[in-house]
């Protein structure tokens, strides 16, 4: 992974130092409270509805085990004991004091991290394939792009203070795991004929109230010229994106408005005068950044592993876990493994300190003590040994994280919702719980199959629930909290937005709700359909029919 | 006399400001001043033959292209910020250092304050007119809260990867 040279560390220190006395003259009151707002926010400080809230950033996913083990000692010495993964693959401490924050950031400096633009009206943490640089359907590593990207956002002097939060987002696989679709900016890693790397470019994809999926601006985009193009896009969205209303300033909204054609015409314009200027990328920087990306000391292993095979041909509960949460690898004799955090019960994403140290344990022993963390909130040992997989099972097992559910019902995508974030119109994780409870039977989650249940709290759509198959959107209505169903979204290739199944439902009758869904589509899947291919097939008529009769 | 932070220190501002609905009328000769854009647009010639210096201040929602051809006739162009929140004028200052090579005076007016100083600068404002509560002695510090940046600016063409060891 990326390792801080001495301007990397210098910047970062130099933030603590800024920080440490915006906070100072904010306690002194020499900053008002909404002049320290955007501060704060631009540093992941939210003050929420029980405490402050801080969001660490973990670029483009990627997590050393000291790093982990750094973020263990925070949880431990500032907070409750416990950690919550977001759906921007990074990680949010929910209880620090507002007066520790400074020394929590210096503690984060020692391990190269950091909470900048983890929020705010700037350019996000850019995500990406929690796969990249493993996945056996990779075409271009992503990770030296996103690098590339942290740096050019980080602090960037005109795009500070945006009309809105801006998400960026990189993939450079066949499937979409990276969501680029529902960005701000949705980047692809292609090679054209000739073998060159370049980009695709979808610009004004978002969720939140007004879903949309991003347009195509530029078909191939030489790689050299990545940093002049998205300064481009920047400013013209920063000067003619809407200040006037919050629900319609982000970028998808002016591309809307222009036209996904005009817009693409105001960029090029713009990128005629910086093109070729001193930003344009060096293959020497290129060649830097992908240095820090290598593939690590692999084994020589000739195919699968015998041994790992016959265990899972011995042991059903072994096998269950392969199937779900091991996943190819572009070399032989290894495997990416998910580490389950939707057990039944915990709030999705949550980890406690103990379970940090042990994970962090876990990367060192079975994975060059690395680790990502993916936007569906589980973690990622990217590089284990298929000799060593009946042993990390056991070891997954014992803390915690072996639940056999990745890409099943049960591995739900959920923001805090109501129980925490003070945006909130109502709970989402007890709807997750109840949820999970009622498809316990594994056998039946398994034979039900892909399936992405996204829960969101509130209309931000932290939870994506407009691209869960299945989404779950919590409403206020006269100070009572209900959840309305949506069926059909995607965020993988060929995103969609989910559409609305009709009126929303108490908290009570989601369990009996999805029980039906989930019937309409067994009965009348064929053998080879997922629930997204019956959806498309069937429509949503059997679905509503079923739900809404036996409601009356 | 308004403090101001220009090129680095603290000065006395000699400039007068107009109002955004100001008219020529009884506008002294040999004051300088700096007019509103609407001003400027309806009567650039009689403002040209005072003898005064002159500037001009844009609005956040203003755009710098529509005194791009009269960029020479300025000493001094200010970019108001209606809320320190507001980031449209720092494209505008990075255009009119950039695009348009104006060598004169960018000077920050409005919400200005001291936590976005560092910003403005990279982007081509030299002078900081601070809301008139603030301390400007104070601020300055924050010109150099950092010791080094990543992208490219005005205040730095070269982006730090063409600049590391």
Known sequence: MYIYDEYDQQIVEDRVKQFRDQTRRFLAGELSESEFLPLRLQNGLYVQRYAPMLRVAIPYGLISARQVRKLALIARQYDKGYVHFSTRQNVQFNWPALEDVPDILAHLAEVQMHAIQTSGNCIRNTTTDQFAGVAADELVDPRPWCEIIRQWSTFHPEFAFLPRKFKIAVNGAVADRAAIGVHDIGLNVVRNEAGEIGFRVLVGGGLGRTPIVGSQICEFLPWQHLLTYLDAILRVYNRYGRRDNKYKARIKILVKALTPEVFAEKVAAEWAHTKDGPATLTQQELDRVAGHFSAPAYQPFSGDDADYLAKREAEKGFNNWAMRNVHAHKVPGYAAVTLSLKPTAVAPGDADDKQLEAIADLADQFSFGELRVTHQQNLVLADVRQSDLYALWQACRKHGFATPNIGLLTDIICCPGGDFCALANAKSIPIAEAIQRTFDDLDYLHDIGDLDLNISGCMNACGHHHVGHIGVLGVDKKGQEFYQVSIGGNSGRDASIGQILGPSFSAEDMPSVMTKVIDVYIENRTPEEQFLDTFKRIGMAPFKERVYAAAN | ?165
Not at chain 2, 90 to 114: C, F, K, P
Request: with cysteine; net charge negative; glycine share 6%.
């Open chain 2, 1 to 165: 006399m308004q403090r101001l932070i220009k090129n680095g220190e603290v000065v006395n501002d000699s400039w007068h400001l107009l109002d955004k609905d100001a008219t020529l009328d009884g506008l002294p000769n040999s004051d300088s001043i700096i007019v509103p854009l609407a001003l400027w647009l309806e009567h650039s010639h009689a403002l040209k033959a005072r003898d005064g210096g002159l500037g001009v201040w844009l609005d956040s929602d203003e755009e710098v292209e529509s005194i791009a051809d009269d960029l020479s006739q300025f000493q001094v162009v200010a970019l108001n910020f209606p809320v320190f929140s507001d980031g449209r004028n720092y494209s505008n200052a990075r255009l009119l250092r950039d695009r348009y090579q104006y060598q004169g005076e960018v000077r920050a007016i409005g919400d200005v304050l001291r936590d976005q100083l560092f910003f403005m600068q990279r982007c081509g404002f030299d002078a900081f007119d601070l809301r008139a509560d603030r301390n400007a002695d104070e601020a300055l510090e924050s010109l150099k809260d950092f010791s080094n940046t990543y992208q490219a600016a005005t205040d730095q063409p070269l982006p730090l990867f063409r600049r590391r060891a």
